[in-house]
Each structure stands twice: as structure tokens, then as C-alpha cells.
């Protein structure tokens, strides 16, 4: 089924311009002159993403991306508002009803770019709830494809966090949500820009907070299609820290989900034994090392220690790939 993009806006003028603009896209369009209409719209046919303006007789746009996200949950929703809605805008963002806004008058390349990374969004969230194993590892690795540093990475994580789960004596179903959550963990990505996955050196705050804001985006992604609480857990929080100063929550020692505990080791080792922009790969020794001495703040010191007598035991027979 093709893509469908519903505008929502009082203004013909508005909805013209966005017609014109968008009528030789590779997704269907729906102007909706009204609320009620774009309700209408979505009670009847499978929107991917909806674009409206605020202000707007008889109900806001906040008000009508609100209804939206109870009538079709799944649907991307966008604002597209006048500079003295901005902080309304913000708050939405907040709240959770808004993907993203963008204001009045519009960039063209800038709003183009919203509605493909929304189109997505809202394909991956299908391609999750409809998929088997094979498919959820397919897509992990199509979402790696954005980041040239981190290619393999979700597989090599999903290795060392299942060994890990094992030797922790988890249940097997549990070892199966750590799998696809580490082949999953970084699926949030596929809202933040190439240009600052591969950015060479130091980013700026504001980068970073789009980067940090990945794991908030993912869990919505993967809560939407209806994974297991453990798979959305790992999504969520494999970037908190044991001393509760990572993100997005702040969650401290065992209140950090066993699950994402977990992964974040796994994802840390490996990370420190790859290329990334900003430094070269350390050695496995090294690597080793250093997971030792975050044993001290951000990491687990109980489920470190026994991944580190798993992965030294696993070198000592040279089977570490």
C-alpha cells in the first residue's frame, strides 16, 4: 500500500502551495480544509503522516495531533506552525504528540525532509510489527546503514549480550528479547541526520541532544509496534548509568531494567574496540581495561565482572571474533 501525507489547514492558499509542492512525490497526498475532515481521513484510511497548522477554527492542531494519536497511534505526526506557537510547539514535543514541527513560511527542502524521515519512522514501525526474526535483524541492519561506523554492530552487541544473558542464568525468553533488542538498540538513529552520525570530532550540544534523543524515539518506535516490554526496556535505557548520570531518565543502579543493564556493556565493549569518527579502535586488551575502570560509575560492576571472565575465558581459546 502506497504512503499517504495528510495536510490539515484552514488557509487554501496553504494547502495549494503544499499540493504544488509535494504532486510529484513518490506518496499519495490528502489536503483537509478542516478538523473534522482529517479526522474523518483517519478513521478511514491508513495515514502514515499527518501535517497541520495550529491555529485553526474549532480545534488546534495540538488538539486534532492528540486525537490523532488515539484514533491511529502509528501515524507520524507533524506540526507545521506560525513563529508565536513555538513554545505550544515545544510542549507538544514534550508531551509526545508531535514527531517534529516546523514553522511558517516554510523550507521546502527542510519540510521535504521531515515528511521522508517521518515516512520512515512510520515503515519501520509496520516492518516491526509484522516481523519474525529474520526480518527484525534485516531491519537493524538497513537502519546501520545510516552510521558507516557502526556497521556489524548490532550483530557483534547481540552476540556478546545473549552470551552474557546465559552465563547471567536468564530464561531463554528473556535471552530472546536481549537479541532483538541489541539488534534493535539503535533503531532511534533513523531520526538523526548522516551528517552528525559521521561528523569526525566533538559534537556541539545541540547535536548531541538530537543524538541522546534517539533512544526516546526508538522505544516509541518499538512500543508502537507492539514488541515485548523487555525489547522496549533495552531500547529505552542501554544509554543509563549505573551511577544514574546517563540518559534519558537518570535511572540508577538496579533500577535500570536488567535487560538494558545488559546490552549497555555489550554495546560499550564493542564500541570501544571499533573505529568511530572521533578515535581509532583500542585493542581487545585495552578494551578490557577500560570496561574494567567503568566499573567504578557507568556500567554494572557485578554483570561486568562476569562479562569480562566470559570474553577474557572466550580470547584465551581464540575463538573472539
Not at 310 to 318: D, F, H, I, W, Y
Request: with cysteine; glycine share 6%.
Amino acid at each position: 500500500m502506497d504512503d499517504l501525507v495528510l495536510f490539515v489547514d484552514d488557509e487554501p492558499n496553504i494547502l495549494n502551495a503544499l499540493s504544488r509542492q509535494f504532486s510529484d512525490e513518490s506518496f499519495s497526498i490528502f489536503m483537509a480544509p478542516d478538523c473534522h475532515t482529517a479526522l474523518a481521513m483517519l478513521e478511514a484510511e491508513p495515514v502514515s503522516v499527518i501535517v497541520t497548522d495550529n491555529i485553526m477554527p474549532s480545534m488546534t492542531g495540538i488538539e486534532l495531533l492528540s486525537r490523532a494519536r488515539e484514533i491511529s497511534p502509528k501515524t507520524i505526526r507533524i506540526l507545521l506552525t506560525g513563529h508565536a506557537d513555538m513554545n505550544a510547539a515545544i510542549r507538544a514535543i514534550n508531551a509526545g504528540e508531535v514527531y517534529k514541527f516546523i514553522t511558517k513560511p516554510w523550507d521546502q527542502e527542510e519540510l521535504r525532509r521531515i515528511i521522508y524521515d517521518g515516512l520512515q519512522k512510520h515503515r519501520v514501525t509496520e516492518s516491526m510489527q509484522r516481523a519474525d526474526e529474520a526480518m527484525l535483524r534485516s531491519l537493524a541492519q538497513t537502519i546501520e546503514l545510516k552510521d558507516l561506523y557502526t556497521r556489524g554492530h548490532c550483530d557483534r552487541v547481540a552476540d556478546y549480550a545473549e552470551r552474557l544473558s546465559q552465563t547471567a542464568g536468564l530464561s531463554s525468553d528473556m535471552q530472546r528479547c536481549i537479541r532483538y533488542g541489541s539488534w534493535l538498540h539503535d533503531c532511534g538513529k533513523i531520526g538523526v541526520p548522516e551528517a552528525i552520525l559521521n561528523f569526525r570530532g566533538p559534537l556541539a550540544a545541540d547535536s548531541m541532544l538530537i543524538v541522546k534523543n534517539h533512544c526516546q524515539w526508538g522505544a516509541e518506535v518499538a512500543r508502537l509496534a507492539n514488541l515485548a516490554e523487555a525489547v522496549v526496556n533495552v531500547i529505552r535505557y542501554h544509554h543509563e548509568r549505573f551511577d544514574g548520570k546517563g540518559y534519558p531518565s537518570g535511572l540508577k543502579g538496579e533500577t535500570i531494567p536488567v535487560e538494558a543493564r545488559i546490552v549497555a556493556i555489550a554495546d560499550t565493549f564493542d564500541a570501544l574496540i571499533s573505529d568511530r569518527p572521533y578515535r581509532k579502535a583500542m585493542s581487545i586488551d585495552q578494551g578490557y581495561e577500560l570496561l574494567e575502570r567503568l566499573c567504578d560509575g557507568q556500567l554494572d560492576p557485578i554483570l561486568t565482572e562476569l562479562f569480562l571472565k566470559l570474553m577474557k575465558r572466550r580470547t584465551s581459546k581464540r575463538i573472539l571474533k
